[in-house]
């Protein structure tokens, strides 16, 4: 087994490599949960007044309560956009690229894109849901076979709605027979659900121990602070997995971390990670501020986007809500084009902290070859 890091100011890629692949990618196709907000606003009390001001207005305007884990915002690119975002960041830096587009729970995109003669080649690919003990964790289930793809990811769905260790335990076995498709545990000490930094990374370790036979690598995140990459260095060294990259774009900033390789195809890719060998390039953007790279990402996201591939302009057409009456209503259509007044602010101040006179801070990252 071998996982090498190598940082973007000390190497030419293409002077080794031949190919840069690129992992863990958002489309228009995830839906991302509005609950992060509650869990923010036990920490500020401002989004705390933000979150209360909006649940009045909408129950003025709705005569009902508002419920933040009914709604979910989308990213702004589309699949083809998405695809060639990251294409053409592997080759500016001289390299051939492999790009892997996951969303959550959703197999459209990397789907769709079969049907284009130019992204034929590139694998059905999704980001897992797996609920597990008093957590869950996601997944990278890159290059499914074409012609099971639906009905892997069917099945894989109904896990996910509804959980059994003995389904979870097959489906696992199932995707590792497949010599070509590659799992990758992502963002492994993430505690996305809130129950606490220690509690969720003991869960992480059990659940590594229980289906370790079926992982086959660990994901270096492009989003996450260097400081929970180390913790996932040293997680994967102990169940002796290679780290592989995962970009985790959800925004139009291309990935921070790549793979890089001399293979040519996704599935001879997914054998060199399977024998236990990943090279990972850490691009110049991962040493900015992490905070301010996530200001960078939000106003992406909040953008108005002219080119949107389903027409949703403002951000507030890709932000979504399942009401009483069980139909689905952007923000749009429940507020109006203009937000409430403390979301206006909110974005305001976003939009202020990524303004040109706002520093970005470099900061340390380990030596790499």
């Not at 401002?46 to 979150?51: E, F, Q």
């Not at 909408?58 to 419920?67: E, P």
């Not at 995962?246 to 990935?255: K, L, N």
């Not at 303004?355 to 340390?364: E, F, G, I, K, N």
Request: glycine share 6%; proline share 5%.
């Amino acid at each position: 087994m071998s996982s090498n890091l190598h940082l973007q100011s000390k190497v030419k890629p293409q002077a080794r490599f031949r190919t840069g692949v690129s992992l863990h990618s958002h489309t228009l196709y995830s839906r991302e949960s509005l609950e992060f907000i509650y869990h923010a606003a036990a920490r500020n009390p401002l989004i705390a007044a933000a979150i209360r001001h909006g649940e009045q207005r909408y129950k003025k305007f709705h005569a009902t309560k508002l419920d933040l884990g009914r709604g979910w915002w989308t990213p702004p690119l589309g699949a083809h956009e998405a695809w060639s975002l990251e294409k053409n960041q592997t080759e500016n830096l001289g390299l051939n690229g492999l790009v892997s587009l996951t969303d959550h729970d959703n197999i459209e995109a990397s789907v769709s894109l079969h049907l284009l003669d130019e992204c034929r080649e590139m694998p059905v690919s999704f980001e897992w849901t797996v609920p597990y003990a008093t957590t869950f964790f996601h997944l990278g289930v890159h290059n499914l076979s074409v012609t099971e793809a639906r009905r892997l990811f069917e099945r894989m769905d109904a896990y996910r709605r509804s959980p059994r260790s003995d389904e979870l335990t097959e489906i696992l076995a199932t995707l590792a027979a497949d010599p070509e498709t590659l799992v990758v545990f992502n963002h492994p000490l993430w505690d996305e659900s809130g129950i606490g930094h220690r509690a969720h990374a003991e869960a992480a370790k059990q659940f590594l121990q229980t289906y370790r036979p079926c992982l086959q690598a660990l994901e270096l995140n492009g989003l996450r602070p260097w400081s929970e990459n180390c913790g996932v260095v040293a997680l994967a060294a102990a169940f002796e997995k290679p780290v592989i990259s995962g970009g985790d774009r959800h925004g139009i900033e291309p990935h921070a971390m790549l793979n890089l390789t001399n293979t040519a195809t996704f599935s001879e890719f997914v054998e060199e990670v399977r024998a236990g060998w990943s090279d990972v390039l850490i691009l110049s953007h991962y040493h900015e501020s992490h905070a301010l790279r996530i200001v960078h990402n939000m106003i992406d996201v909040l953008r108005v986007r002219e080119e949107h591939a389903n027409g949703w302009r403002l951000w507030s057409d890709r932000v979504f809500y399942t009401c009483d009456d069980g139909q689905t209503r952007s923000l749009t259509e429940l507020f109006g084009a203009r937000p409430p007044f403390t979301v206006a602010l909110f974005l305001g101040a976003i939009q202020f902290a990524a303004a040109p006179h706002v520093p970005l801070y470099a900061r340390s990252v380990p030596r790499g070859r």
